[in-house]
């Protein structure tokens, strides 16, 4: 099928793409590892499709590519959630930054006038 083709492709380009984060050291070991196992999986899943129907009815769904779409949605608001706290606590520390100069230079104008 087409669509095993391109998701097997895809994901080929994504472990390549890894790698090459990998040896610039742009990604952890743990990141590394994590991320390969999850597209090695998906290539696994894609191969051997009728399989994961063995899983889905574990977990009470029909296919396996309905399982995997569950967890895939799970697995993104995770994502989103902690890219969401993320930012909130680097806004805070940007917010602190920029009340610190602004102290700072304030302090330096007031000592220059005396």
């Known amino acids: 099928m087409l669509i095993q083709f391109i998701i097997i492709l895809f994901s080929a380009f994504v472990i390549f793409r890894l790698i090459d984060k990998f040896k610039k050291k742009e990604v952890s070991n743990k990141e590394f590892y994590l991320w390969l196992v999850f597209w090695l999986s998906v290539i696994i899943a894609t191969i051997w499709f009728r399989k994961t129907d ?10 396996g590519a309905d399982l995997a779409v569950y967890i895939s949605i799970i697995v993104l608001f995770y994502l989103v959630f902690k890219m969401v706290v ?13 009340r610190k100069i602004a102290i700072d230079r304030q302090e330096n104008k007031d000592r220059n006038k005396i």
């Open 54 to 63: 063995i899983i889905a009815k574990f977990f009470g769904v029909e296919k």
């Open 86 to 98: 993320k930012f909130d606590k680097m806004e805070r520390n940007i917010t602190k930054i920029v």
